[in-house]
């Protein structure tokens, strides 16, 4: 049975990545920047300076403190991320052991996420820490654009962190997964 011979019941449906693989593709969302959140398509909010500029001065002073410690890990800047079937996150910034290669990110590559959050700060320490958590990412940092701090997590469990704390933007942040990583202050 077909879907014109039977059409499907009411309700939500989740799209699945290969789904929004296929409408991108078509053109669906031209003109828009998305990404794959748990099956809905997330239309991202525009980069405004603040946002920008917070995200330039944290992937320089990552990529900075990356080759500092002869890392073989490359920060990357959107990229989209391989979560599982209904996932495909495009954070603000990751560390990844592989860079290169055709599609997204895998996710078993991945040391650490970071998302710039403006008015999307919600979401980013709700919805998208229960994701990165859930999907094993060891450590997550939100750099609140407003509070001036970063939100610090690792150790996850379940659908959260286990382990938290804020980074004011003029301390230096030292990553807990990440051997070695020292981030110097970022002006705002």
Known sequence: M??????????????RVE??????ASGAF?????ELIEGEVIVMSPQYRPH????????????????AIESPLTAVVEFSLTIDGHSLPEPDI????????????PLASVA???????????????????????????EYWVAD?????????????GEA????????????IEAVTVAGLVVKAIDS
Do not use: C, S
């Open 112 to 138: 650490l996420v970071i998302e710039v959050a403006g008015p999307t700060l919600k979401g980013d320490l709700g919805t998208k820490a229960r994701l990165y958590a859930t999907a094993g990412i060891p």
């Open 19 to 24: 789904d929004y693989l296929t409408l991108d």
């Open 52 to 67: 920008g500029m917070v995200k330039m001065r944290l992937y320089d002073a990552v990529r900075e403190a990356l080759i």
């Open 161 to 172: 962190y286990a382990q938290l704390r804020e980074v004011g933007f003029r301390e230096r």
């Open 94 to 105: 990751m560390l990844t052991n592989e860079p290169m290669g055709e599609g997204a990110v």
């Open 30 to 34: 031209e003109g828009a920047r998305t």
């Open 2 to 15: 077909t879907l014109q011979e039977r059409p499907p019941a009411p309700g939500k449906y989740r799209l």
């Open 145 to 157: 654009v407003e509070a001036k701090v970063i939100h610090q997590m690792w150790a996850p469990e």
